[in-house]
């Protein structure tokens, strides 16, 4: 999310800014609404979003609903960074070496985000 606003596509294949991705083309995205993450500090780390294959718009109320998951997924990533890792972690995934820690681990691999 480049910006600092909820963002609505209501159909992805007809917005110029999105109807040539082919992530999206392949995925089959055709409707997109997302609000800002924000870590504790108000700076946005990225979008809390939702997507469907049909094109759509959400109403208001869908959207206050999005705002309040977004909110309560803060708040879970505020509170899980301020818990110290446990004594028998390390800062080295033992596997494959890569960081890990409270809220990082090894990666799945790719995703849509």
Do not use: K
Not at 22 to 44: C, E, K, T, W
Not at 47 to 61: E, G, K, N
Not at 72 to 90: I, M
């Amino acid at each position: 999310m480049h910006q600092d606003n909820d963002l609505q596509v209501e159909d992805i294949a007809r917005d110029p800014r999105f109807a040539d991705n082919p992530m999206l083309q392949a995925a089959q995205v055709r409707f997109y609404a997302g609000v800002p993450l924000r870590d504790r500090h108000g700076m946005v780390l990225g979008s809390f979003c939702i997507m469907d294959t049909q094109p759509r718009s959400l109403a208001a109320s869908e959207f206050a609903l999005l705002h309040d998951m977004a909110r309560q997924l803060q708040a879970t990533l505020s509170t899980s960074a301020e818990v110290p890792p446990p004594p028998d972690s390390g800062t080295r995934h033992e596997a494959d070496g890569q960081p890990s820690g409270p809220l990082l681990g090894p990666s799945p691999g790719p995703a849509l985000v």
